[in-house]
């Protein structure tokens, strides 16, 4: 099965080709996208990273699309040409979260991305607790210093490396490269194996914040 994966929520992006075989990804190409350009350059870089193989838009199984958390322009544009393509030419979607990507990376269960104003988005795995679970939610100083701390925790970028280590210094910070799509195409593997694919209708942003529009909108509002 082929997968074209997707991830335009960070300050860069990216467009990978890969081919599941026996449960693994095998990455065959990949095109990064410069930040700022998604919407214009995001449906050209996947026919090019599809050309450039020799495959067809048809012979792809599965999309795989990095659905957020990170920039509000670039997850929707990022969920808009996954859902264009699969409703287009019939393909399935499973959405992974960019957190989840991002742990897996650096092979811990936890992870922080910047998500500006003081504060990241952050994950975090319990694997060792009599209830194992993950949450995944937007903190600032505050929500840190009333959450206890994992023992590892990966990061990919100064600001929530600073965060943290203010917040939480007896925590050992993992710093990776940012994950790209092809990352993406890893951590959904299992899922395209098993064919537990997304509802494309249904399918949205994992924001963990609101729009400005919605924060200053209410504001305005109230006021």
């Not at 994950?179 to 963990?208: C, E, K, M, Q, S």
Request: glycine content about 12%; charged content about 20%; aromatic content about 4%.
């Amino acid at each position: 099965m082929y997968l074209l994966g997707i991830d335009t929520c960070g300050p860069s992006g990216s467009v990978a080709l890969g081919r599941l075989a026996a449960g693994a990804v095998e990455v065959l190409t990949q095109k990064e996208l410069a930040g700022r350009t998604y919407s214009a350059a995001l449906v050209s870089a996947a026919q090019e990273v599809l050309t450039g193989k020799g495959i067809g838009l048809g012979e792809i199984g599965c999309i795989v699309v990095v659905s957020g958390p990170g920039s509000f322009t670039g997850v929707r544009v990022g969920l808009s040409a996954a859902k264009g393509l699969a409703e287009g030419a019939g393909i399935p979607v499973i959405a992974v979260s960019r957190l989840e990507v991002l742990a897996a990376k650096a092979r811990v269960p936890s992870a922080a991305l910047d998500a500006h104003r003081h504060e990241v988005f952050l994950r975090i795995g319990e694997p060792d607790t009599e209830t194992p679970g993950v949450r995944e939610l937007l903190a600032g100083t505050k929500d840190l210093a009333c959450t206890v701390a994992p023992a590892a925790i990966a990061v990919c970028d100064d600001a929530a490396g600073e965060l943290l280590r203010s917040a939480w210094p007896a925590a050992q910070l993992h710093r990776v490269p940012p994950p790209t799509a092809a990352d993406a195409l890893a951590i959904a593997a299992p899922a395209a194996g098993a064919r537990n694919f997304a509802d494309v209708a249904l399918l949205d942003g994992h924001y963990l914040r609101r729009s400005d529009a919605e924060i200053f909108g209410n504001t305005v509002a109230r006021s």
